[in-house]
């Protein structure tokens, strides 16, 4: 059977409060997702997305091609590639609903 010194060790190593003083325990690395230049784009600025265009997947991340909502008529200035990782942020239901046109539309691979 155990001893109580046994246990003891058991019950301190299973039960880690967090106040012992192991040195060599590895923090997590905060992962930066954010680059500097992410503001810039219109949507960050308050720009309202009239729609998504489509998808550029040349260079090492996505990027819609989308429309604003303030152009009479679609101008190279209104068009705009945002990567993305910011669309889901500023606007998540319209980057589904084009997910989703895409598969009901059979455009999906």
């Not at 219109?42 to 997947?57: Q, Y």
């Amino acid at each position: 059977m155990f001893t109580s010194h046994t246990l003891q060790s058991i019950s301190e190593d299973v039960f880690d409060t967090g106040t012992s003083s192991d040195e060599t325990a590895v923090k997590p690395a905060k992962v930066r997702t954010e680059k500097p230049d992410d503001m810039n784009y219109g949507v960050c600025k308050g720009r309202k997305i009239s729609r998504i265009l489509g998808l550029n997947t040349k260079g090492s991340e996505l990027r819609v091609l989308v429309v604003y909502s303030d152009s009479k008529k679609v101008h190279k200035k209104d068009a705009e590639l945002i990567p993305s990782r910011i669309l889901r942020h500023y606007a998540p239901q319209m980057i589904i609903d084009y997910y989703e046109s895409l598969i009901t539309n059979g455009n999906a691979q």
